[in-house]
């Protein structure tokens, strides 16, 4: 077999977004537009010579394409193993397992989570460092800075790899090892979660679950864990098998676009216990009967219940959440005596927070939850967790959230995102709101407290990242935030999230959208969101 290296001329599009370089499947399929990036990968890595490689995908259409070519180019270039997924699949958070558990020297993922997979979707392709999460930006700018010089790339000539036979393969002088994808996730799940426990919450007939898989990867693994090691009656887990186009589905967990599942949750003789899972398996949503979990609000349950579960018993060392993440779970770290740290959006901001320990549970308000026992967020972990709260505490979905509130309080959250809106001038709403001046102004019963963009300076390396946000917040500890989507592939989007705190328990069970109306009638005004984005109706509220 033979080492080819093949010419080729610079893409000036291939800068990775909030979570890898995302883009239409005819973009990617392009003359060299894949062989481009992933070279520029490799150039910007060093010391990988011999090294193991991870590799595996959501299964969206041309997941086995881009592993095949992703394989013979990680021979030419040097790799001594490369483990990938049967069938070419593996969840995001199987992929961070993997790594950290074969102390791999990296890996690849291939997916656009939530956004629909089809030959005219999105595909999309995403580094991950040996600590098993997302690299960080100073990678992220070096793989972009090397995409826009690079003139060749190097691949073996050599035949395909049977991806659905477990084993291993010779490529060159590189071994293919073909891996069970669920394996060892399960086992991790095992070591953090009291399965015997749980097992018997989903062996009692008098408690029912569904889980949704979107048709998306967590399909093998759900299976795996509720019905087969844990014993849930089989049909607990719907769209369960994993389709190159997701069903046609849009596989991202909330109240739209999981309506098979929201209409079985709210419809009658709803089932106790609902969750769905994302594309590629890092997202969650979970229902109680006739019940929504803000996932705001589940970080902070789960972070004030860490201590029903085995694998959180001691403690927690900290909090770690996204700046546009309500703040229900700051007062929990507040009452456990231990630190909450605010960080710009995706996931990539809490890696050093978690490999120092200084964050033990991390989340996002875009569904995404997770801890220190791997680098991304993860989908199933979350719907575990809260399997095993349950099976300790007895109580219902909606009792454990209510009784939260009481002794918390309740944080009223929403999020408006508006799609596809024409990018210039979603940048120049962005633009005007940071010039504005609005400290001190008044809007009704409301004061600006602070008004800025936000920036975070990461408390381990002291890098800097500027621009995260628009913040509004006001006296009586309400905020406004505005900030356009880094994941998109068409247009931008503009997402506005808006959040309220309500400690008086006669005042928690109002309808989110009421409660926080006046402030989203505010959120309209200053930005004049209809005028710049030409739209009266924001297209996704969650
Ligand atoms: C979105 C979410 C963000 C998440 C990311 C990847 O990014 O808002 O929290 O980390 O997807 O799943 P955005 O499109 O807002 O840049
Ligand atoms: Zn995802």
């Known amino acids: 077999m033979q080492i080819s290296t093949i010419p080729t001329t610079p893409y000036t599009d291939q800068k990775p977004g909030t979570s890898g370089l995302r883009k239409k499947v005819p973009v990617f399929q392009q003359p060299n537009y894949l062989e481009n990036f992933v070279q520029s990968i490799f150039d910007s890595l060093e010391g990988y010579q011999g090294e193991t490689l991870v590799v595996g995908g959501d299964g969206r259409y041309y997941n086995r394409q881009a592993i095949q070519i992703i394989l013979k180019m990680a021979a030419a270039n040097g790799f001594g193993r490369v483990m990938v997924g049967q069938g070419g699949i593996l969840s995001t958070p199987a992929v961070s397992c993997i790594i950290r558990k074969n102390r791999a020297f990296g890996g690849i993922v291939l997916s656009a989570s939530h956004n629909p997979a089809g030959p005219n979707e999105d595909f999309g392709i995403k580094y991950n460092i040996s600590n098993g999460g997302p690299a960080p930006e100073k990678v992220t700018e070096a793989i972009y800075a090397h995409s826009k010089a690079i003139s060749q790339y190097r691949i073996l000539e050599a035949g395909d790899v049977d991806l659905d036979r477990l084993g291993t393969t010779q490529l060159g002088v590189m071994v293919v090892e073909v891996i069970d994808c669920v394996t060892d996730y399960a086992a991790l799940m095992e070591s953090l979660f009291d399965f015997n426990r749980i097992q018997q919450l989903l062996t009692n007939p008098s408690f029912r679950m569904c889980m949704d898989s979107m048709h998306a990867v967590t399909g093998p693994y759900a299976h795996a864990l509720f019905e087969g090691r ?313």
């Open 230 to 542: 844990l014993g849930a009656p089989a049909g607990t887990v719907m769209n369960g098998k994993t389709l190159e186009d997701f069903g046609g589905g849009h596989p991202d967990p909330n109240l739209v676009y999981a309506h098979d599942l929201v209409e079985i949750l709210f419809g009658d003789q709803a089932p106790d216990f609902g969750a769905a899972s994302d594309g590629d398996g890092d997202r969650n949503m979970i229902l109680g009967r006739q019940f929504f979990v803000t996932p705001s609000d589940s970080l902070a349950i789960l972070a004030a219940n860490a201590k029903l579960v085995p694998g959180y018993s001691s403690g927690l060392s900290g909090i770690a959440r996204s700046m546009p993440t309500s703040q229900a779970a700051d007062r929990v770290a507040e009452r456990l005596g231990i630190d909450c740290y605010e960080t710009p959006t995706g996931w990539k901001f809490f890696g050093n927070l978690l490999d120092s320990d200084k964050a033990t549970l991390c989340g996002e308000e875009s569904f995404g939850t997770g801890s220190n026992h791997i680098r991304e967020k993860d989908g199933l972990w979350a719907v575990l967790f809260w399997l095993n709260i349950l099976a300790v505490r007895q109580e219902s979905v909606e009792q454990i959230v209510r009784s939260h509130w009481q002794t918390y309080g309740r944080n009223y959250y929403s999020r408006h995102d508006y799609e596809g809106v024409d990018s210039g001038r979603a940048h120049q709403l962005v633009d005007r709101l940071r010039g504005l001046n609005l400290k001190g102004q008044q809007y009704g019963a409301y004061e600006v407290e602070y008004h800025d963009d936000f920036s975070y300076t990461d408390p381990i390396d002291g890098s800097i990242s500027q621009n995260q946000g628009i913040r509004i917040g006001f006296t009586d500890g309400s905020r406004i935030v505005y900030r356009l989507s880094g994941t998109g592939t068409q247009g931008a989007t503009l997402r506005l999230y808006v959040e309220s705190y309500e400690p008086n328990i006669a005042k928690q069970s109002q309808d989110t959208q009421e409660a926080l109306s006046g402030l989203i009638a505010i959120a309209n005004e200053v930005a004049q969101i209809q005028d710049y984005t030409g739209r009266d109706q924001p297209t996704v509220i969650t």
